[in-house]
């Protein structure tokens, strides 16, 4: 497992912990992003295709995948930055002189006695949900505790196994994963393939949400418009977005009670507002 490192805000300079996700390789060793944390990182104004993702190779196999590039929020200022990582060199074959082929490990014949059922695919448990936390309030940002710096929930819930997001129906899925993870019952996603330049409504009963999956930082029009659909509906509101949240935002959200979360590719969402922490701790 990475060691989590200070990452500092172009913006505002704080620092924030990071912990660089694990992904899993073809071959079944984990794949983590080499971080160059010698060069500065980048403030996330647009996202493009070609910088969403980055290529990892394999300290195993050496196979080459395209994995989600490294994002922290800051938990200060709001401001999402993309952490450098460092490029693919030339490494010599497998099976070369000086790099003896991977030899996998054997699996054994018979199961260990008393070992513990493997976990079912279908299964929506995973990290918990302080990993690839990239609002910090005192926990590494994406680190394995769960909810590091919180209050445990009164009845302890599955850890969240998130989803990459790939595309906008990615983002509306995880959201709605996540919020009947919180508790939250029969939560609803609308028909059809979400719009990339829109924001997605999920309902369920006593919760009004909205996705918006776009490449800009959500505003205070979009802050006040689902609080003034739940104040309707005498719901809770909860607002997701991929590119984190505009200052007014996050004020406004802050009086209203609204919680904010921000979702990095990995599909992990991250609160960045003290509703957002409560609503986390103490669920639906």
């Known amino acids: 497992m990475a060691e989590a490192v200070p990452v500092r805000c172009p913006a505002c300079l704080r620092e924030n912990g990071y912990t660089a996700p694990v992904f899993p390789c073809a ?6 992003p080499p971080l160059d944390l010698a060069a500065e990182p980048l403030p996330l104004t647009r996202r493009t295709w070609s ?3 980055v290529a990892v190779r394999c300290g195993a196999c050496g196979r080459e995948g395209e994995w989600p590039h490294p994002e922290v929020g ?11 990582v460092h490029p693919l060199t030339a490494e010599p074959r497998a099976g070369s002189p000086g790099h003896p082929p991977h030899r996998p490990r ?3 014949a018979h199961p260990a006695p ?8 279908s299964d929506t448990s995973g990290p918990g949900p302080g990993q690839g936390r990239s609002q910090g309030r005192g926990a590494a940002v994406g680190g394995t505790g769960a909810g590091q710096g ?21 983002a509306v899925t995880t959201a709605a994963l996540y919020l009947r993870w919180l508790g939250f019952q029969d939560v609803s996603q609308p028909d059809g393939r979400p719009l990339p330049s829109a924001a997605v409504d999920l309902r369920a009963p006593g919760l009004v949400a909205q996705v918006d999956p776009t490449t800009a930082p959500a505003g205070l029009r979009a802050v006040e418009c ?3 659909n739940g104040l309707t509906s005498c719901a809770t509101s909860v607002y997701f977005a991929l590119a984190g949240y505009t200052d007014e935002a996050r004020m406004r959200a802050d009086d209203l009670g609204i919680p904010l979360f921000v979702m ?6 991250q609160p960045v507002n003290d509703p957002a922490d409560e609503l986390l701790g103490t669920g639906a």
Request: charged letters at 20%; one cysteine or more.
């Open 106 to 108: 054997p699996t054994p």
């Open 226 to 228: 689902v609080w003034l």
């Open 114 to 121: 008393d070992a513990p059922d493997a976990p079912d695919a």
């Open 27 to 32: 071959c079944g060793s984990p794949v983590v």
């Open 150 to 170: 919180h209050a445990s929930p009164p009845a302890r819930r599955p850890a969240f196994r998130p989803l990459t997001i790939r595309t906008a129906r990615d």
């Open 264 to 269: 990095d590719l990995t599909g992990m969402p």
């Open 51 to 53: 910088q969403t993702w």
């Open 74 to 84: 800051c938990a200060s200022c709001g401001t999402v930055v993309r952490i450098p």
